[in-house]
């Protein structure tokens, strides 16, 4: 019930989802990090990779691609059907590879082959929005920026801790009220917890270590 709620205190829940987080792996673009992947140009393919695509086959369509090529050079001399080919088990893939290829020819020509740290520039690429341009910036450059998925949607409205609508209200309202420190990590630790415990369906709430502060909005099934 809510009268048995405690105040929701951000730096407390921070600290206990890092520890709920420590036995599942990290969101793949953060695991690609820790495995060397660190350019801004490897995290933007990456996160294109990811579009509507399970991490586990992320992971796996984005180390393939990377044994081959991670330069924009050498994204630009592959055909698009061979880029395709390396990242063939990710959702929409040949749409994908076309957009890696173009982006490539366009960071050569007008970037003189460096990816530029710049949200204007990651948006101004066909299908990069700002989730991605957040995720390039927050990895890859150390800009602080907030990158709202599903989970940092469902998890941060489910606290009660925003109320908004859409990913890209939660994003503007959590740049709002997040503490900076946070806007970088918030989104490496509710994706494995968005998709271990606080789930999208019957929520693991009897055993989550933030029930007490937790305002379970919208919860009506939780195990």
Known sequence: MASEKVPFDIDEVMARLREAVRPYPPA??????DEG???????LLACIISIR????TTLVSSRRLFARARTPAEIHALEPDE???????STFHDAKARQMAEIAR????????????????????????????NLVLGIACKVARVSVDVHVHRVTNRWGYVQSRSPEQTMVLLEEKLPQKY????????????????TGTRPRCSTCP??????????TNPR
């Open 53 to 56: 695509t399970m991490d586990e």
């Open 83 to 89: 880029i395709d080919a390396l990242i063939h088990p």
């Open 37 to 43: 992947f660190t350019s801004a140009f490897e995290q």
């Open 106 to 133: 366009i960071v050569l020509e007008e970037h003189g082959g460096t990816l530029p740290c710049d949200f204007e520039t990651l948006t101004s690429f066909s299908g990069v929005g700002p989730k991605c341009a």
């Open 28 to 33: 793949a673009l953060f695991q690609l990090a």
């Open 183 to 198: 806007w970088i990590e918030i989104n490496r630790l509710l994706v494995p917890f968005g998709k271990h415990i606080c």
């Open 210 to 219: 933030l029930l007490a502060m937790c305002r379970q909005v919208g919860v």
